[in-house]
């Protein structure tokens, strides 16, 4: 935004890009420690029972056997649940989806440790399992834990009633959106070694070291200064590294605690998409009030979501997507339902979006609809209900500042032209072509749900040379987190980038800062690097004063340089740095900062939901194959309202990685199971977009400062995500003329929609 | 697990007579055992490793014929300029083949004894009319590729035998290869169907359709081809046909439908477009 | 990997990144692990163990190859070229620099064998189209970048090469 600026905005190269380009980087996996033990998860085979018997005879002849950890030997609390206490560590006695950990088997190798899982038999007592939201919902006894409802939420806005009695037209229509597999490149995994002082160590890849830090202070029954996290260079997260590495790195680490050796654990793929967590399935439907110019008047949303075998973070996926169920419009009636059930499937977490991608599916398909019904175009729809400054969102939330929805959409149809383009057909007939649009909102950081948890923490020591050191309280993930931190501290300080290194996180550096989620990062971090830049400017001030023989006032300070602004003198700022440490002066702050207070009442839905809002529009076209109902994106146009900028290329990275998973979760990643058992349980029938499925994206980033944000940015990690596959979507429903109300769309579920339009249709 | 790489046939019949032939496994390309061992497959007593056989090696032009050795990979298929003259569906069906790294490796014999369903170069062979050349301790053997795949994973090949090579008669006619996949590179076929196929007057002279993945091998639709080469049916009429010579079955894939009607869709789309109709629809 | 309680060894000599190594192997070992454990050259990943994303991607004899597919004593004199070995003496190669500068990492996972599959591409085609790129990249996943910012990185990579 401003021109001044000598870092932010600016294309900044990633800063750990090197090592990963020649293998020097050592992820979990490719660390040795010596005297190491392996462990492995043993997990249940049935989707819901009693466990009745253990017996270990095969395991222990295994060579390399060293034990079999199971719940009994947890010193500490047997609960790993992140919100609400329903999950136990090791399973007991109760196991409630296949892939449930019953024990750890513990050996020399890895294979053997996998040898000895597979080995350990068990028997259970089965019970009557239940694997959808219908199942769950109409069952009258045994159910998954004391109710099978994991959570809801509510909003109630205005008078909906009386609201769709004034409208000209209800529209109602149902939606579904599929669960989705993270695939991570790099499986779970996670070293735990114990150290002479007592304290247990916990490396691992994992995107929240003090959501760990906390499990296994509680499963070892220690106090958190006994349990020291440190992240590893992390292959990949998108949320599946949100909880997930709790549960691993409190099970190493009450196997390393127990034999006294380092202990570690990495997931073998088809494993981690059993066990660990997806994002949630949902089952909407939607009924919205608008009048003949196109104004909504009223809505009333239901919310279904699967939330398989545990809460973990069902309650705030459950939170988010309520809250933006009518995407970034004006409602100004509305009500809406949210549950979340328990089903014996893997328990569904967080996935980038969480819970935003699934009503996004909804609210976009719904303005279609409505536009369709309306004859009225959909992006004149959309702009003349979409958010503005002092709007009011559905939870009665005036916005302040930075909204820049409108201008998204209004840019994603300028660099795609919109205008231009519309429904063809090649001219054999075989091929149709059709182009969608879809905006989304996106509530930054944790929002009142989790703002008792929403401050972090940065660390920034100036050395002797002159270089700094950047401690941060949240996690590099592959999303460009160091990068940006180095680029932020560059700034705020004046300084060159060369001299900025940032650490991995370690919870001994910087306090519970929270988890690295929301696309909170670059909000939280960059906030904090700012409070501790205020901290040591004045230092650096008053040295260079003394150095230059002027005022500290006169003193500027940038360009990795203090200037005397009145004569032109300069110092260079090692020669500054080495100065403060002749003088004994502070070289070290702390900076911190916290979301606002959220005025927010649960039992209405009313309130400040979250602190601010990013935007995004994206405009998708495709191409379908009337033959075989085969869809091919041919291009993404992405608008993005992420406040300021900080870094432009890690901007597009972002939004192109977030458009093709989202083309993934349209199209072509289709869990399926069989009795609790995902069938598609590895690459080759899982199918993940490959280097010719992910579309070409162009991207434009919309400026739109946030006034709370560091140099005006907000966060676009999620927001890259959300509106791709209802664009996809709405764009195959305009190149067919039929209506599409589920996710994935699959060449089958395509063709089956062909045919339903017309008998005939895909018949030769 | 022992492992041996025989350096001639004459070592490979040596060591595979050694051991009891259930305890034999032969790796060529490892591309389909490889995944199967590490997810759990037992592994054999005794691993023979036949890359270094020279016998299985090489590509040879004739004059009615080419003879590819089984050790031949996808790589080197789409590479041969002979297969890339007289064969554009066999290097069609290469060039969908998996990934650079697997077609480094893959190799054609190894497609043959897999005898998946869905095997890529497989519809194409059949419908060359390509004929396996097996080697074996009593002596060598020819078998039509149709006669050595028996069902899924099925040959007829015998306890020591290998497949040496495959040979495809020259062929005058044309031929395209068609595959479906769930996405657009990477994937198993739902569909595919390989065609020889020669044009006159508007009708087809000669028609051969091989199609995988709609039945437990694949098939030749000789019921369809019959009719539209001999009885001068009409595409519309005759499509139906098909159904007497598949039989597609539902899996984590597709569901047994799915294959059937797309088959019949891009099958009639390809066929108006041959004969010059152009409008395939 | 793959287990057996009683394995049998194989005296495997192979060159690795030029260094010939000799070394006693369970006849079972696949060569990613191989090179992972028993040589500690950790660049090749592994992330499906069944020859469908590429991230163990290295070289076997000139060509590339998921090694999670190779059991290591097929490798018996052979050479293999692993990341560690393509930028010995700490340069980058023109490809590795592209990569930094298009913003083609992300996490960081997929890169090793992705460079190793387009220096394949680079080797055989100077000036390859988008088109070819995307081809000869469609058997390595990645699930950060969206691959837009790794095609740019090998086409200006390619670029570098029509300079010299």
Redesign the interface.
């Known amino acids: 935004m401003t021109s001044t600026t000598q870092y932010i905005g600016k294309p900044f190269k990633n800063v750990d890009a090197e090592d990963k380009l020649t293998g020097a980087t050592k992820y979990i996996t490719d660390m040795r420690f010596d005297n190491m033990a392996w462990a492995y998860p043993i997990f249940s085979t049935v989707p819901f029972g009693a466990v009745r018997q253990i017996d270990l005879k095969a395991a222990r002849s295994v060579p390399g056997y060293i034990d079999v950890i199971l719940a009994e030997r947890i010193p500490g609390e047997n609960q790993v649940g992140v919100i609400v206490e329903d999950q136990p560590l090791l399973a007991g006695k109760t196991v409630r989806f296949i892939g449930d950990v019953i024990g750890i088997a513990v050996a020399e190798t890895a294979a053997a440790a996998h040898r000895i899982a597979k080995l350990v038999e068990i028997t259970y007592t089965e019970y009557e399992p239940y694997f959808s939201i219908a199942e769950s919902e109409s069952a009258t006894s045994q159910f998954i834990h004391e109710t099978n409802i994991a959570c809801s939420h509510r909003i109630l806005k205005g008078d909906p009633a009386a609201a769709f009695r004034k409208s000209d037209l209800i529209v109602e229509a149902e939606f579904s959106t599929g669960s989705q597999e993270h695939f991570y490149l790099e499986p779970q995994g996670c070293v735990a070694f114990p150290e002479k002082d007592g304290q247990i160590v916990v490396m691992g890849s994992l995107q929240c070291p003090y959501y760990v830090q906390k499990a296994v202070a509680r499963a070892l029954g220690r106090p958190l200064d006994g349990v020291r996290v440190i992240q590893a260079p992390t292959g990949g997260a998108f949320g599946g590294k949100e909880d997930v590495p709790s549960e691993l790195g409190a099970r190493v680490a009450l196997a390393a605690s127990l034999i006294n050796r380092p202990v570690k654990m990495i997931y073998k793929r088809s494993d981690d998409i059993q066990i660990t967590s997806k994002r949630h399935a949902f089952s909407m439907r939607y009924k919205v009030g608008v009048m003949r110019d196109g104004t909504l008047q009223a809505a009333e949303i239901t919310l279904q979501s699967n939330a398989g075998a545990y809460a973990t973070l069902s309650s705030v996926v459950s939170y988010r997507s309520t809250m933006q169920s009518m995407g970034p419009y004006v409602v100004p009636n509305i009500r809406v339902n949210s549950t979340a059930y328990y089903t014996n499937l893997p328990p569904a977490g967080a996935f980038r979006g969480f819970g935003s991608p699934q009503v996004a599916f909804g609210h976009e398909r719904m303005m279609d609809l409505i536009a369709d019904r309306l004859d009225m175009d959909p992006v004149r729809l959309r702009l003349k209900n979409v958010l503005k400054v002092d709007a009011k969102t559905i939870t009665g939330q005036q916005l302040s500042a930075s909204v820049g929805a409108e201008e998204t959409i209004r840019q994603a149809c300028r660099i795609s032209s919109w205008e231009t383009n519309q429904a063809t057909g090649s001219t054999d007939g075989r091929y149709r072509y059709g182009q969608g649009i879809a905006a989304s909102i996106y509530g930054n950081c944790l929002g009142a749900a989790g703002w008792h948890m929403d401050g972090a923490g940065v660390n920034i020591s100036i050395q002797r040379d002159g270089t700094v050191k950047v401690a941060f309280g949240l996690a590099e993930m592959g999303q460009g987190a160091l990068t940006v931190v180095a680029q932020m501290t560059a700034e705020a300080l004046g300084i060159d980038h060369r001299r900025v290194v940032v650490l991995l996180t370690d919870t001994n550096s910087v306090p519970d800062s929270g988890p690295s989620v929301a696309s909170r990062n670059v909000v939280m971090t960059g906030n904090a690097i700012r409070d501790a830049a205020s901290k040591l400017l004045p230092i650096l001030k008053a040295a260079a004063a003394e150095l230059l023989g002027c005022g500290a006032d006169d003193v500027t300070i940038g360009s990795d340089l203090a200037t005397d602004s009145k004569t032109g003198t300069e110092v260079g700022f090692a020669e500054l740095a080495d100065y403060l440490y002749r003088g004994n002066q502070p070289t070290e702050m702390r900076g911190w900062w916290h979301v606002p207070q959220l005025d927010f009442d649960p039992d209405t839905g009313q309130g400040e939901a979250y602190f601010t809002y990013s935007y995004a529009t994206h405009v998708a076209r495709v191409q379908v194959d009337t033959l075989t109902g085969q869809v091919q994106v041919r291009g993404v146009w992405a608008a993005h309202d992420a406040g300021t900028v900080i870094n432009p290329a890690g901007l597009e990275g972002q939004v192109e990685g977030g458009v093709a998973q989202a083309t993934g979760w349209a199209l072509t990643e289709n869990i399926l199971v069989d009795r609790g058992q995902i069938i598609t349980s590895n690459l080759s029938t899982y199918l993940l977009p490959t280097a010719l499925d992910a579309p070409p994206v162009e991207t434009v980033a919309v400026e739109d400062p946030d006034p709370r944000g560091p140099w005006g940015a907000k966060g676009v990690g999620e927001p890259a995500f959300i509106p791709a596959a209802p664009a996809i979507a709405n764009a195959i429903s305009n190149a067919l003329g039929v209506e599409v109300y589920e996710l994935p769309l699959t060449p089958p579920k395509v063709l089956q929609l062909l045919e339903e339009q017309e008998p005939t249709a895909g018949m030769p | 697990?022992?492992?041996n790489?025989p350096r001639s046939l004459a070592q490979y019949f040596e060591q595979a007579g050694a051991v009891p032939a259930a305890g034999v496994t032969v790796?060529a390309g490892?591309?389909d055992l490889?995944?199967g061992?590490?997810?759990?497959r037992p592994?054999p007593v005794h691993?023979l490793?036949i890359?270094a056989l020279p016998e299985l090696r090489g590509i040879v032009e004739r004059d009615h014929e080419i003879e590819i050795g089984a050790l031949t990979t996808i790589?080197q298929i789409r590479a041969n300029s002979a297969i890339n003259t007289l064969f554009t569906a066999l290097v069609e069906a290469a060039d969908q083949f998996?990934?650079?790294?697997?077609r480094?490796?893959a190799t054609i014999g190894g497609n043959l004894v897999n005898a998946s369903p869905a095997g890529d170069t497989l519809p194409p062979l059949y419908a060359y009319g390509a004929v396996v050349k097996i080697t074996g301790p009593a002596g060598e053997r020819t078998v039509p590729l149709e006669e050595f795949i028996t069902g899924p994973g099925q040959t007829t090949l015998a306890p020591g035998e290998l497949v040496q090579s495959v040979i495809l008669p020259k062929l005058r006619h044309r031929s395209l290869f068609y595959k479906?996949g769930?996405?657009?590179?990477?994937?198993?076929a739902?569909v595919n169907f390989a065609i020889t196929y020669a044009v006159k007057n508007g009708a087809f002279s000669h028609l051969a359709i091989a199609a995988g993945a709609v039945a437990p091998k694949v098939v030749l639709l000789d019921t369809l081809t019959e009719a539209l080469v001999s009885r001068g049916a009409t595409?519309?009429d005759a499509?139906h046909l098909v159904d007497n010579d598949i039989s597609p079955i539902d899996d984590?894939?597709?569901?047994a439908d799915?294959r059937r009607?797309?088959l019949?869709?891009?099958l009639?789309?390809t066929l108006r477009n041959l004969l010059g109709g152009?409008?395939?629809? | 990997m793959i287990y057996l309680d009683t394995p049998e060894y194989f005296d495997l000599e192979v060159t690795v990144n030029g260094q010939r190594h000799k070394h006693r192997v369970p006849t079972h070992l696949r060569l990613l692990d191989f090179l992972r454990d028993t040589l500690d050259l950790t660049g090749a990943k592994e992330t499906c163990g069944e020859g469908e994303c590429g991230a163990c991607t290295v070289f076997l004899d000139g060509q590339t190859v998921n090694s999670c597919l190779v059991l290591a004593v097929e490798t018996h004199g052979s050479e293999i070229i692993t990341i560690e070995g393509l930028s010995q003496g700490g340069t980058l190669s023109d490809l590795q620099q592209a990569f930094i500068d298009e913003h083609g990492v992300q996490c960081g996972y997929c890169t090793p064998g992705i460079v190793l599959s387009a220096t394949q591409l680079l080797r055989e085609e100077k000036h390859p189209t988008r088109e070819r790129i995307r081809f000869e990249l469609a058997g390595n996943i990645c699930r950060c970048t969206g691959y837009q910012k790794i095609f740019s990185a090998v086409a200006n990579a390619a670029c570098k090469h029509r300079e010299v």
């Open positions: 697990m022992k492992y790489r790796l490892g591309t490889m995944p061992y590490e997810n759990g592994l691993l490793d890359k790589e998996a990934g650079p790294q697997i480094h490796r479906l769930l996405r657009q590179a990477m994937a198993i739902v595409i519309d499509m984590l894939r597709a569901p799915y009607t797309v019949k869709n891009v009639a789309y152009g409008n395939g629809r």
